[in-house]
């Protein structure tokens, strides 16, 4: 059973605009919450992370929004760049649970030029 | 570079074999984490290493999925008499340790196996 989601496979958005990615997840239990990205041939990278005691994280183009109640995150890049062109992991992980990370299937990003 | 290091970067083998996967760490980060992840499919937790206490195998799909830890630094996945179904990207990933507070997880490149 998929605990974390990422139903959108892929995103086509123009330079300059705003790209939207989107998480459900459904343990209640998992109360830290992060974005990887990959490139091909490359391990997954950190980007960004939001633990549940907030409903925001910002680090410069990129923001993090938590809805606990609707168990939904998004990540949004503004203004989204070619080089962000990427696949986009959303992962969750519960206090306890050794750090391991439950990672969602991954979403595309593709900025046009 | 110090970054979390994988070999072999691709491995082709036939069903039936046994094959082994290694996994260098960054230096000084006490845990090891597999993790695999089949085609359209997202990461998948295997296994993970804390210092000197016991591996959580909790992920590990079935017996023939065993890993060690020597010396507290590098790990080898080994998969035996592999299926079709063992076909995906093996990634290794260390942080500085595991346990309650979260240290963010630096991941190696990978190791695409294919069975053939």
């Known amino acids: 059973d998929q605990q974390v989601k990422q139903n959108s496979p892929s995103l086509s958005v123009q330079e300059g605009r705003i790209s939207i990615l989107n998480c459900d997840y459904t343990n209640s239990m998992f109360d830290y919450f992060l974005w990887y990205k990959k490139y091909p041939a490359e391990g997954p990278t950190f980007l960004i992370s939001?633990?549940?005691?907030?409903d925001k994280n910002e680090d410069g183009r990129f923001t993090v929004f938590l809805n606990k109640s609707a168990k939904h995150l998004s990540l949004h890049i503004v203004p989204s760049q070619p080089g962000d062109s990427a696949v986009y992991f959303c992962?969750?992980?519960?206090?306890?649970?050794?750090?391991?990370?439950?990672f969602g299937k991954g979403i595309t990003l593709s900025v046009r030029p | 570079g110090a970054g979390v290091s994988q070999s072999p970067s691709n491995k082709v083998t036939e069903k039936g074999k046994d094959v082994e996967l290694r996994c260098d760490p960054i230096?000084?980060?006490?845990?090891l984490y597999w993790y695999r992840q089949s085609l359209g499919q997202g990461l998948e937790f295997l296994i993970y290493f804390q210092g000197n206490s016991a591996p959580d195998k909790s992920g590990l799909p079935s017996d023939r999925f065993s890993a060690e830890r020597t010396g507290g630094s590098v790990s080898t996945l080994t998969i035996q008499r592999t299926q079709q179904e063992d076909s995906a990207v093996y990634l290794c990933?260390?942080?500085?340790?595991?346990?309650?507070?979260?240290?963010?997880?630096?991941f190696g490149p990978g190791t695409r196996l294919t069975v053939l």
């Open positions: 990933a260390s942080s500085l340790n595991g346990g309650s507070s979260y240290n963010e997880q630096f």
């Open positions: 992962a969750a992980r519960r206090t306890g649970a050794n750090s391991k990370l439950t």
């Open positions: 230096s000084g980060h006490t845990a």
């Open positions: 939001i633990s549940s005691i907030k």
